[in-house]
């Protein structure tokens, strides 16, 4: 084969493996003697990589056996495999070192074998000291086994032939992103390396949009020509359709070699082809000739006639770009000024976008315009007045959070690709929470989309309940986490286990509890088999929402603590706070268990010290601490914690939805502890808070409303619980038509009003419609009870005390039904009491009202209720001639009880005027 010239076929062969090691020595030799074959051997080469594209390199060995993820390179834990190509093997890999995740190319030389092994592993330390934002950054390289490594920058995304394939791009944009690439083969070069097998597919497009050189497995120093020509075998590797004449005919090679491939691989991204020999053929396809120029010097078989550095290739390149904005900066000023004309050549001159530019695309149908309009579609579908509110304040909500969301990716996203003080590794994790985030908006519009009426209702609410952002800021809890499993069958089904959780608790996040229920049940055990506890403790969370909803504290107890144990398996310590803390809350309806309430409040604020930005699940632990504390009768301590967590949720959001749940809250306790001017101005805060953030026609406003017109009812302000009650039943009936449950209670609560203000007919009107409202939608229910109380006060009022008694004997009697619910059955007795001794029956009496005397004496209530039952109590007992002493002294507890509170004058001075005619009695 030495004496004649290489066709072809050979050359074929040669990248095909297909030679003898005798024939490719005879090849190897003739290019060397023969000036005419090393010319046509790399046309011939070129053309034989457009389907070949096979690096020619002889005397490099693979390493023996592909590793397995676990496996060590040194210190780095491999993950996964990621490729494998002329030079190398490269694996997916953890640094525990530094907490980032590389990319480690093991090599295929042998440093037992090849000679050339400290040279390669020379220049491999030399890479690692370049630093520059196109090339991919070397962390390390070393010895494993017998190869050498080089650990690198992990980064995702695709080669730049790859990204030419699929987009097509103008060549503008490619010209762009080139000579990016030429930058990053100018700083190489500036550290004394040449790359020698430039190419696409060694140039990498993260997703970032940042373009890096990558793969110096063929580099090789400036400063060291002389073994350029050290051997014949393997002296001139790299993929021949791009490299130089000179490294073809294995001449000496330096910075201007790289040059040549670069001219070849930009000749080819923007014409479609590879040049087909080295100059003068350069076809027209749009591209200006100032380009197609700077090519041809470029491609110039003789190094001396290229650029004298790729610098001065990127300034010609560049230089063409600027003349053009230039061109169209003076015709536009022409047109139209020149200040237009400025503005358009600064948009024309900006910048690539910078490596972290553009995470508002990853929200691209998650939360867009696109997405928005089918959603604002379903909002004013269901045809309530609160439905436009409602679209308006989600909208912002999620406008808010997605702006929210961008700053944090971009943060987190800078923190290493711009300011490098933070691991590839961790950015990953950090990325990978807020995917979660953006998952959950998805889910949670999806519920929206499906116009259900419900989840429109509570979709400010649901908003709220969104997980927070700048939790992906917490770098202890994303360490600590189990890691995604690397098995891909394994990852993906947990996937798809994750969609469906995310459905569900999207659900649950909009009120729907029973849908979220049936679609969470079911993916208990496949989770648990997939050994995710994360995913797991989420759906236990939910059940035990669901059997919280029904009152269920037993149950939901049970799931709580399932979830606590499940996230702890993932090492989750936001789960699990999250589990805790409602776990509080189950164990503290359940009579008698206080203690242990306060134990597992302990364990979870210990778990949230170690999550100090939960603010908001800080908030809940306190506020479920001060639900113990009121349960138990001990309203300062209650008030104490509800103030905390109304601290704490003020301070993340002054005007937020829970702010205003928190001050119903506190105002409850303030309630219980007689405060009523105090609590009132809690609840018109809330009133407030909802009606800007919810509007005038939201449901929760109505319920607002209505425990603001009890506070205002027990200070007496008579005319305006009155309105407000009024208004409350307008919004409800606006909401959800003309009956419904929250209707029939406005409709108690105005009765009794009436009442107060001596209006008994349109009382007693008020109070039957109530209750015919109550019969047909749920005569069994525990609101019930309430209906037939304000019937029964209505008649005690006009005197009517048989048609009371038998009313209050059917809601005595619902009461036994229902297991004697704790705070209707004393309301109850008192009417009875009341009924019988209106009409002469004192000893009847005495039982009901003793036992509710009891009841509520136990249950610490309102002082104006346990007042009026020891009025009432008094009087039954010195009516029935039973114990008078003991009346008179209830009686004067009950003068001394109004005395302390304002607006009860008149019922203080109704106790003063008894004890005078009685305690006269007893005192002759």
């Given amino acids: 084969m030495a004496a004649e010239c290489i066709d072809a076929n050979t050359v074929t062969m040669w990248f095909d493996g297909e030679l003898s090691p005798e024939e490719r020595v005879s090849v190897q030799k003739h290019i060397h003697a023969c000036d005419t074959c090393r010319t046509r051997f790399g046309e011939l080469a070129r053309v034989a990589a457009k389907t070949t594209d096979a690096a020619a390199t002889v005397a490099l060995r693979p390493p023996r056996k592909r590793l397995t993820v676990g496996q060590r390179i040194d210190r780095y834990a491999v993950l996964e495999w990621l490729g494998e190509g002329g030079m190398g093997v490269v694996y997916g890999a953890y640094d525990p070192k530094l907490e980032r995740r590389v990319a480690i190319k093991v090599l295929r030389a042998e440093t037992e074998r090849d000679k050339d092994a400290e040279r390669l592993l020379r220049e491999a330390q030399s890479l690692a000291r370049v630093s520059h934002p196109n090339v991919v950054a070397v962390y390390d390289v070393g010895e494993h086994e017998g190869h050498i490594f080089i650990a690198m920058e992990h980064v995702r995304g695709g080669t730049m032939a790859e990204w030419l394939r699929r987009e097509k791009p103008p060549w503008r944009t490619i010209l762009a992103r080139y000579i990016d690439a030429a930058r990053g083969l100018g700083a190489v070069h500036a550290a004394g390396i040449v790359h020698r097998d430039f190419k696409p597919n060694n140039v990498l497009f993260g997703d970032d949009g940042r373009v890096r050189v990558t ?35 294995r001449g000496a090679v330096d910075a201007r070699g790289d040059q040549y491939s670069f001219c070849v691989a930009l000749h080819e991204a923007l014409h479609g082809e590879l040049p087909v020999r080295g100059a003068g053929e350069l076809a027209g396809t749009g591209v200006p000739a100032r380009i197609r120029n700077a090519l041809e010097r470029g491609l110039s078989v003789d190094p001396a006639k290229r650029f004298e550095s790729m610098d001065a290739l990127v300034a010609e390149l560049s230089r063409d770009r600027r003349a053009l904005w230039l061109r169209s900066a003076s015709v536009l000023a022409a047109a139209a000024g020149i200040a237009f004309g400025v503005v358009a050549y600064a948009r024309a001159h900006q910048a690539i976008p910078a490596p972290c530019a553009g995470a508002d695309r990853k929200l691209a149908g998650i939360w867009d315009e696109a997405r928005k309009q089918p959603i604002r579609a379903a909002f004013m579908a269901v045809g309530r007045s609160y439905a436009g509110d409602a679209w308006n304040e989600t909208e912002r909500a999620l406008d808010a959070y997605k702006a929210r969301w961008v700053a944090m990716h971009t943060e987190i996203c800078e923190a290493t690709r711009v300011h490098g003080d933070q691991s590839e590794a961790l950015m990953d994790l950090r ?126 107890e049970a799931e709580f603590f399932e979830a606590t144990v499940a996230a702890e398996r993932a090492f989750d310590e936001l789960e699990k706070a999250r ?70 949720r003020e301070a993340e959001t002054p005007d937020g939805y829970m702010v205003a749940l928190g001050l119903a809250n506190a105002a409850n306790a303030l309630m219980e502890m007689g405060q009523m001017p105090k609590a009132l101005e809690y609840q018109r805060r809330a009133v407030d808070i909802y009606e800007r953030r919810l509007g005038p026609h939201a449901p929760f406003l109505g319920m607002a409303l209505s425990n603001m017109a009890l506070s205002e009812r027990s200070l007496r302000l008579l005319d305006d619980a009155e309105r407000h009650v009024r208004r409350a039943r307008d919004i409800y009936r606006d909401a959800y038509g003309a009956e419904h449950r929250q209707i029939w209670r406005t409709g108690g609560i105005l009765a009794d009003l009436l009442g107060d203000l001596g209006r008994y007919p349109e009382a007693l009107a008020e109070a039957q419609n109530t209750l015919a409202m109550a019969e047909r939608i749920a005569p069994q229910d525990r609101d019930m009870i309430n209906a037939l109380n304000s019937v029964a006060t209505v008649y005690l009022r006009m005197g009517r005390y048989a048609e009371a008694l038998e009313v209050e004997q059917r809601a005595r009697a619902l009461c036994e039904r229902l297991g004697n619910p704790a705070h209707h059955t004393p309301d109850v007795l008192t009417l009875l009491g009341a009924a019988h001794l209106g009409l002469g029956q004192p000893r009847k009496a005495l039982d009901p009202l003793e036992r509710s005397h009891t009841l509520r004496v136990a249950a610490k209530p309102d002082a104006s209720e346990l007042a009026e039952t020891r009025m009432l109590l008094a009087r039954a007992l010195w009516d029935a001639g039973v114990d008078r002493r003991r009346a008179v002294t209830l009686a004067e507890q009950v003068r001394d009880a109004y005395g302390a509170m304002p607006h009860y004058e008149r019922e203080r001075d109704a106790a003063v005027a008894w004890l005078e005619s009685h305690a006269r009695t007893i005192r002759n």
Avoid at 223 to 232: D, G, L, M
Avoid at 632 to 645: D, I, P, Q, V
């Fill in 579 to 648: 589990a805790q803390a409602q776990l509080v809350y189950a164990i503290s309806h359940q009579e008698g268990r206080a203690a242990e309430a306060e134990r597992a409040g302990k364990l979870a604020g210990a778990i949230l010290a170690r999550l100090p930005k939960e603010t908001g699940l800080r908030a809940t632990l306190e506020n479920n601490l001060g639900t113990i504390d009121e349960r138990a009768g001990r309203y300062e301590e209650s008030l104490e914690k509800y103030e905390r967590a109304l601290a704490l």
């Fill in 431 to 556: 990325i990978a929470c807020l995917d979660a985030r953006a998952r959950e908006v998805r889910a949670l519009t999806d519920v929206f989309a499906s116009g259900n009426a419900k989840s429109i209702e509570r979709s400010v609410q649901a908003v709220s309940a969104l997980s927070r952002i700048d939790g992906c800021a917490d770098v202890d809890a994303h360490r600590a986490r189990v890691p995604a499993p690397s098995d891909p069958a394994r990852r993906a089904e947990l996937e798809r286990l994750n969609t469906q959780v995310e459905q569900a608790e999207a659900l649950a996040r909009a009120e729907d509890i029973p849908a979220a229920e049936k679609t969470a049940r079911p993916l208990i055990e496949p989770t648990r088999a997939a050994g995710d506890g994360s995913l797991e403790a989420k759906l236990h969370y939910i059940l035990a929402r669901a059997h919280s909803f029904r009152g269920e504290w037993a149950l939901a």
């Fill in 215 to 249: 793969d110096f497995g063929l580099a090789r120093a400036i400063t060291r020509p002389e073994e350029e020509t050290s051997s014949i075998e393997g002296s001139w590797g790299g993929t021949p359709a791009y490299v130089s004449p000179e490294q073809l005919r």
